[in-house]
């Protein structure tokens, strides 16, 4: 069984940082593609980063420069570093794992206060 555990979400102020984790139980990371989503109140679901099972990565122009995807494979857990952050990165982050299927965690609040 499949699981992604987020953790790291919370509240900061505009300009801070915060870690995003996502540990994988029952999955590979390092073989398949992975990815961070936000879902804002009302918005739809959207691509914050991904990185592929070769390690290339692809970010959309509102977090380049500010965000980081990256993996370990021996804790088998992905992260999403964000600095600089902005009120307008106030989500629900998700992190994903597409194998056959796709494989969604739980979701953590982030809240940027300006």
């Known amino acids: 069984q499949v699981q992604l555990v987020e953790s790291g979400g919370g509240l900061v102020q505009a300009g801070g940082s915060l870690r995003l984790s996502c540990l994988a139980s029952g999955i590979t990371l390092s073989r398949n593609a992975i990815g961070w989503y936000r879902q804002a109140p009302g918005k739809q679901r959207e691509l914050v980063a991904t990185i592929s099972s070769r390690g290339s990565t692809n970010y959309p122009d509102s977090v380049k420069g500010r965000f980081t995807i990256s993996r370990d494979n021996a804790k088998n857990t992905m992260y999403l570093q964000m600095n600089s952050l902005k009120p307008e990165d106030t989500a629900v982050y998700y992190c994903?794992?597409?194998?056959?299927?796709?494989?969604w965690g739980q979701g953590t609040q982030v809240t940027v206060s300006s």
């Open positions: 994903k794992v597409t194998s056959w299927t796709n494989y």
